[in-house]
T-cell receptor
Framework: DGGITQSPKYLFRKEGQNVTLSCEQN?????MYWYRQDPGQGLRLIYY???????QKGDIAEGYSVSREKKESFPLTVTSAQKNPTAFYLC??????????FGPGTRLTVT | AQSVSQHNHHVILSEAASLELGCNYS??????LFWYVQYPGQHLQLLLK??????LVKGIKGFEAEFIKSKFSFNLRKPSVQWSDTAEYFC??????????????FGQGTILTVHP
C-alpha cells in the first residue's frame, strides 16, 4: 500500500522542548517537503529535500531543522526557538518537478 | 518571489449551483499549476494539474480549470456542485525553471460549503 505516513497524528509538548515529527514514504520519490498549515494562510514551505543528504530552507525555516539520511525518511524537528510552533504539519513527496503527494499530517500543540 | 492569491476565503452554495473559484499568481515565467482539495478529515489530494498543452484541464469529480496566461489566472470550475464537494480548495503554483524549480507556492485556500 503505497503512500506517505506521518506520526503521530496528534502531539503535545511543553514550551521549551524540541520535538521531532516523523515522515516516511514508500513511493520511491526523490523529493520530500515539509509544510506548515495555519487557518487562512494556506500551506507554507518549511524545508525541502531534492535528494538524500541534501536539503534547502523554504520560506519559514527559522526554528526548524531537518535531516535526510534515507530516501524514504525526512524527519522534522521543531526546536524551542520556533516562536509559534502550534500548527498542523504536512509532509509531501514527489518526483522532482511533478505533483506532490501529501501525508495525513501531524497536529502539534505546544503549551 | 512567487505569490498566489485566491479570491474568496469562504464560498457557500446550494447543491446544483455552479462553482468558480479564482486563483491568480504573480510570476511571469513558465509555471506549472495545481488545484488541491482537502476534504474534512482527509489528506490533501490533487484535483487537477496543468503543465503544458490545452489550457482547459479536466480533473477528478467533474472539476475543470482554465489557464489564462495573459491574466496569470487558473480558475477552478464545476457546473453543478454536490454536498460531497464541501471541502477546502487550494491553488498552487510551481516555477517551471530557475533556482526555485519544483517548489510549490500555495494560495490561502477557499472553504467551500455546499448545502443540500
Amino acid at each position: 500500500d503505497g503512500g506517505i505516513t506521518q506520526s503521530p497524528k496528534y502531539l503535545f509538548r511543553k514550551e521549551g522542548q524540541n520535538v521531532t515529527l516523523s515522515c516516511e514514504q514508500n513511493l520511491n520519490h526523490d523529493a520530500m517537503y515539509w509544510y506548515r498549515q495555519d487557518p487562512g494562510q494556506g500551506l507554507r514551505l518549511i524545508y525541502y529535500s531534492q535528494i538524500v543528504n541534501d536539503f534547502q530552507k523554504g520560506d519559514i525555516a527559522e526554528g526548524y531543522s531537518v535531516s535526510r539520511e534515507k530516501k524514504e525518511s525526512f524527519p522534522l524537528t521543531v526546536t524551542s526557538a520556533q516562536k509559534n510552533p502550534t500548527a498542523f504539519y504536512l509532509c509531501a513527496s514527489s518526483r522532482w518537478g511533478s505533483e506532490q503527494y501529501f501525508g495525513p499530517g501531524t497536529r502539534l500543540t505546544v503549551t | 518571489a512567487q505569490s498566489v492569491s485566491q479570491h474568496n476565503h469562504h464560498v457557500i452554495l446550494s447543491e446544483a449551483a455552479s462553482l468558480e473559484l479564482g486563483c491568480n499568481y504573480s510570476y511571469g515565467g513558465t509555471v506549472n499549476l495545481f488545484w488541491y482539495v482537502q476534504y474534512p478529515g482527509q489528506h490533501l489530494q490533487l484535483l487537477l494539474k496543468y503543465f503544458s498543452g490545452d489550457p482547459l484541464v479536466k480533473g477528478i469529480k467533474g472539476f475543470e480549470a482554465e489557464f489564462i496566461k495573459s491574466k496569470f489566472s487558473f480558475n477552478l470550475r464545476k457546473p453543478s456542485v454536490q454536498w460531497s464537494d464541501t471541502a477546502e480548495y487550494f491553488c498552487a503554483v510551481a516555477n517551471a525553471g530557475g533556482t526555485s524549480y519544483g517548489k510549490l507556492t500555495f494560495g490561502q485556500g477557499t472553504i467551500l460549503t455546499v448545502h443540500p
